[in-house]
């Protein structure tokens, strides 16, 4: 028999967006149900020393900050299902969320908080050096590379913006590109070619990440110029892969508004989805940011617009009688 589950709303998702949208729901006396996915705390999981989160004067771990976030959420009323989704139904009421295993839960209201995944090379050595030098995100870990020798993989707005946010960190900062101009907009890049510490370099690939040392950390990058195919190394000791994030929005294509990069478009100023008491929040709406404490924001935000949102459609029943 198929498991079948009500309530008035679902969180799909369960990293700082997800979590924090719990604990607002719960405290609201929403009885929510937070459904895990197959990364339960996000991406958060999968970092060591977080330095930024406010309220922390110490180095904290990734995860422990995520095992904190979901106990709180249990401690004030969320139950916590681990589930992974396959299918949404947005067209009907209540809206119907199928997991793998045959479950069914239908929910008043729902929050999506299914984050993004950074893009990456996906170079063996790239996956080895993770955490010894090689990240996704130079505004999270660029504090841990001060003075030191860095590069930055891409040629877009975000690799360019985090080039020029590491020239703050880093006297020589080296952008690798692999093409023989730059996709970012204009302004930013004048930026970067009036910046005395950025280097550029052109046509060129990655095909490296190469470590050294004990303990083992990146100590330089192999890089393929793709016009003569000779390969060289640049020594460095950090390098931030910035060729993009892909949402985890497949569920909703087609049912919700998504932007051309297939980030689900909100309200300006709130969490509304282009479908009433659908709510996003964290990196599957925000790809400017992309921090665990502006997760967090929004995430509270979702919670305080479903509830409204619940409230009046309670307001309206009533009404009606």
Same mark, same amino acid.
């Given at each position: 028999?198929?498991?079948?589950?009500?309530?008035?709303?679902?969180?799909?998702?369960?990293?700082?967006?997800?979590?924090?949208?719990?604990?607002?729901?719960?405290?609201?006396?929403?009885?929510?149900?937070?459904?895990?996915?197959?990364?339960?705390?996000?991406?958060?999981?999968?970092?060591?020393?977080?330095? *930024?989160?406010?309220?922390?004067?110490?180095?904290?771990?990734?995860?422990?900050?995520?095992?904190?976030?979901?106990?709180?959420?249990?401690?004030?009323?969320?139950?916590?299902?681990?589930?992974?989704?396959?299918?949404?139904?947005?067209?009907?009421?209540?809206f119907r969320l199928t997991?793998?295993?045959?479950?069914?839960?239908?929910?008043?209201?729902?929050?999506?908080?299914?984050?993004?995944?950074?893009?990456?090379? *996906?170079?063996?050595?790239? =996956?080895?050096?993770?955490?010894?030098?090689?990240?996704?995100?130079?505004?999270?870990?660029?504090?841990?590379?001060?003075?030191?020798?860095?590069?930055?993989?891409?040629?877009?707005?975000?690799?360019?913006? =985090?080039?020029?946010?590491?020239? *703050?960190?880093?006297?020589?900062?080296? #952008?690798?590109?692999?093409?023989?101009?730059?996709?970012?907009?204009?302004?930013?890049?004048?930026?970067?070619?009036?910046?005395? *510490?950025?280097?550029?370099?052109?046509?060129?690939?990655?095909? =490296?990440?190469?470590?050294?040392?004990?303990?083992?950390?990146?100590?330089?990058?192999?890089?393929?110029?793709?016009?003569?195919?000779?390969?060289?190394?640049?020594?460095?000791?950090?390098?931030?892969v910035a060729i993009g994030?892909?949402?985890?929005?497949? #569920?909703?294509?087609?049912?919700?508004? #998504?932007?051309? =990069?297939?980030?689900?478009?909100?309200?300006?100023?709130?969490?509304?989805?282009?479908i009433p008491g659908v709510?996003?929040?964290?990196?599957?709406?925000?790809?400017?940011?992309?921090?665990?404490?502006?997760?967090?924001?929004?995430?509270?935000?979702?919670?305080?617009?479903?509830?409204?949102?619940?409230?009046?459609?309670?307001?309206?029943?009533?009404?009606?009688?």
């Amino acid at each position: 028999m198929t498991n079948s589950i009500s309530t008035r709303l679902v969180v799909l998702g369960s990293g700082p967006a997800g979590y924090t949208a719990a604990i607002y729901a719960a405290r609201a006396g929403l009885n929510p149900i937070v459904i895990q996915g197959i990364q339960p705390g996000g991406q958060l999981t999968t970092t060591t020393d977080v330095e *930024n989160y406010p309220g922390f004067r110490d180095v904290i771990q990734g995860p422990w900050l995520m095992e904190e976030m979901q106990a709180q959420a249990e401690h004030v009323g969320t139950k916590i299902v681990w589930d992974h989704i396959t299918s949404v139904d947005l067209s009907r009421r209540p809206f119907r969320l199928t997991g793998d295993g045959g479950a069914q839960y239908f929910a008043d209201s729902l929050v999506i908080a299914t984050g993004a995944q950074a893009k990456w090379l *996906n170079l063996p050595s790239e =996956e080895h050096m993770k955490g010894r030098g090689a990240s996704a995100c130079a505004t999270c870990d660029g504090f841990f590379y001060r003075g030191k020798k860095v590069a930055v993989i891409g040629g877009g707005n975000t690799a360019v913006e =985090e080039a020029l946010y590491m020239t *703050n960190h880093s006297h020589e900062v080296t #952008l690798i590109h692999r093409r023989d101009s730059l996709r970012a907009e204009k302004i930013l890049q004048d930026r970067l070619f009036a910046n005395p *510490n950025i280097n550029v370099i052109w046509d060129s690939e990655v095909v =490296e990440f190469v470590g050294g040392g004990d303990p083992d950390a990146l100590i330089g990058l192999d890089i393929r110029n793709k016009r003569t195919g000779e390969v060289g190394r640049v020594e460095v000791e950090g390098a931030f892969v910035a060729i993009g994030h892909s949402p985890a929005t497949e #569920l909703f294509a087609g049912q919700l508004d #998504l932007d051309g =990069e297939g980030y689900i478009k909100v309200e300006n100023g709130t969490t509304r989805t282009s479908i009433p008491g659908v709510f996003a929040c964290g990196d599957v709406m925000d790809k400017i940011y992309r921090q665990a404490v502006t997760a967090a924001g929004t995430g509270c935000m979702a919670a305080l617009d479903a509830e409204k949102y619940l409230a009046a459609q309670e307001y309206e029943a009533i009404a009606a009688e």
